[in-house]
């Protein structure tokens, strides 16, 4: 084929209509098999067994190309958390907690984000991707929305009205988790440069997804969702951010002042924030007393931790008495049950208990990077930002969410998504480019 016939090809093949979505198809699966209930004991899920299917599209279709997929500063920062993960492992306890640790980490935080990258070819698919991620958050907070309001949610001060989606009592993170991206996304689409009509939807789906994420009762969530979203009103600048921020305070007010969503409720976890030494509640006791054990762990293997799933081995021997080593999980589906606390829910003492200092530099100072190039990539950006806003808001709501949480359960399968199309845009060389249009290939 000659050089005009097959760019006139790869032009073509690029139109709008059903033909142009097919190779990232199989990251949207992963955001929509999400909105399937999981059995409580955990274990692969559908969407685990999509981020393998990305990782199969993306080496199948790098190899068709036949030329270097990423350049060597994406190899760099995207492999940058190899070596810590691969030192933690063989320091496993078993080779079982070896194996499983060593694929559930290189799932997250390599494979699937840089399958991501390679299968996402301009903005138009980026786009897509963002899109897909609001659209599961309007289910999972409708679903949440219902729980709250007839109490067959997840149990909360001994009432079932704690809204936590299709996900359960057993993963009372996931549908924040879900709603909070849905929510950075639809505002970094509602503040950047597309269509009008693409804004203004957005708007409407981020002020929309406000009341399920406050009766979710996630602190952490509440948290990394006002930096994330404060980030990007003040990156886009102008009035557009201040008509942001009037409508969402307005929203707010409504919300929880008028109609009175939980307004006690969430009063009373807002309070526990800051009350850590002032009667805090059982929860923040075990919070806090779960991260001074993994600083204790780091503290006796500071360079290469204790291993990849040997925190729950070690944390007695390192916590103080002050930790009820469990909480209580009851939904109107299931039995009460008390679930062991595995991790100190924060990712990035998880990481130093672990993987200690090679792992933390390795996992974190990938992370550090992608956000730097993403933000500078931006300042470049122009006119060509119109999802950029919304990738740069779900990688910094990850990093502060990671204060708050750590990896487990199946909304985990969401994260790698995340920092994928986030990497795809501070690495990728297409993230600034403009889709092909009729026009163009007139």
């Known amino acids: 084929m000659s050089i005009p016939s097959a760019v006139a090809a790869s032009a073509v093949s690029r139109l709008p209509g059903p033909q142009w979505a097919v190779p990232v198809l199989p990251i949207v699966a992963v955001v929509a098999l999400l909105a399937v209930p999981t059995p409580s004991a955990g274990g692969m899920t559908l969407a685990d067994a999509a981020c393998g299917l990305v990782v199969v599209c993306a080496a199948v279709q790098t190899v068709r190309r036949l030329r270097r997929p990423l350049t060597r500063t994406a190899v760099a920062v995207l492999a940058l958390p190899v070596l810590g993960i691969a030192v933690a492992a063989a320091g496993a306890a078993t080779p079982g907690d070896a194996v499983m640790g060593l694929v559930r980490y290189l799932q997250v935080f390599v494979l699937v984000p840089v399958a991501v990258v390679l299968l996402l070819r301009d903005r138009r698919d980026a786009r897509l991707v963002l899109w897909s991620v609001v659209g599961l958050a309007l289910y999972q907070g409708a679903v949440g929305m219902h729980q709250f309001v007839t109490a067959t949610g997840a149990s909360y001060q001994g009432a079932t009205i704690r809204a936590v989606g299709t996900f359960g009592a057993s993963d009372v993170m996931g549908m924040a988790t879900v709603v909070s991206y849905g929510v950075v996304c639809a505002v970094g689409l509602a503040l950047g440069a597309g269509a009008s009509a693409q804004r203004t939807a957005a708007a409407l789906c981020a002020l929309a997804l ?41 929203t707010g007010v409504v919300l929880v002042g008028g109609f009175g969503v939980g307004a006690a409720v969430v009063q009373e976890r807002l309070d526990s924030i800051t009350r850590v030494t002032d009667t805090p509640d059982q929860s923040v006791v075990d919070r806090y007393t779960l991260w001074a054990a993994a600083v204790d762990m780091w503290r006796e293997h500071p360079v290469t931790g204790v291993g990849l ?6 944390r007695d021997s390192h916590a103080s008495v002050a930790l009820s080593s469990a909480s209580d999980t009851m939904d109107a589906g299931h039995s009460f049950k008390r679930q062991a606390l ?32 993403g933000l500078r990539r931006l300042r470049r950006a122009g006119r060509t930002r119109d999802c950029a806003l919304a990738v740069c808001g779900l990688l910094l709501w990850q990093l502060v969410d990671f204060g708050y949480a750590d990896i487990g359960g199946p909304s985990t399968a969401l994260i790698p998504v995340g920092l994928g199309v986030a990497a795809w845009w501070a690495l990728a060389r297409g993230a600034t480019s403009v889709p092909a249009t009729r026009e163009a290939v007139r």
């Open 309 to 314: 799933k040997a925190f729950p081995a070690y």
């Open 210 to 250: 406000l009341a399920p994420l406050a009766v979710s009762f996630s602190r952490g969530a509440w948290i990394a969702t006002a930096v994330a979203c404060g980030a990007q009103m003040a990156l886009a600048g102008g009035r557009r951010g201040l008509k942001v921020v009037a409508t969402v305070v307005a």
């Open 342 to 373: 595995l991790s100190p829910h924060n990712m990035y003492l998880l990481i130093l208990s672990e993987q200690g200092l090679i792992g933390l530099i390795g996992l974190a100072g990938s992370w550090l990077a992608l956000l730097v190039l």
